[in-house]
């Protein structure tokens, strides 16, 4: 289906589903000239893509030994949602419904997730303490490197 059949079947604007289109967040959505092409039983983005990076950059950094609190001062169904949408996509890891309070503290990002972090050329900076930002430099590849204390994707 295109952005405008996507739209109406998800009750949005079409320039918003082209915008999910274009930051990556609908997994296997395809430009094809001018149409962006989406799989027919794609589901609606239950956020955008900086919503989703803040959430996997609060996981990364529980990952890191930090205690994050995943969607502070949100309503929690809501982030169970996104929570569960990123895990279908396979930007984190499987989260079963049925099970959420108990796998929701193994969480880890997915080297499709570090790919939607990383999207536009950034690098994600890590030290022993955590998350540090972004340095804007070209992504090489998906493999994390040690380099002294810091750790930095590539």
Known sequence: MN?????????????????RCKEGIIPLAEK???CW?????????????FVAVQIMNRLINNENGRNVEL???KDKIRGKQILLYLSKCGFITRIKED???????????TSEGLKLINWKNNKICFDEVGFKGYVNTPIVGSEIQIKGNRKQIQ
């Open 71 to 73: 969607y502070p001062g």
């Open 99 to 109: 099970k959420f309070e108990k796998t929701i503290k193994n969480i880890k990002v």
């Open 37 to 49: 092409d989406i799989p027919e039983d794609a589901e609606k983005p239950a956020c955008t893509r």
């Open 32 to 34: 094809k000239g001018l």
């Open 3 to 19: 952005a405008e059949q996507a739209a109406k079947n998800w009750g949005c604007k079409s320039s918003w589903v082209r915008d």
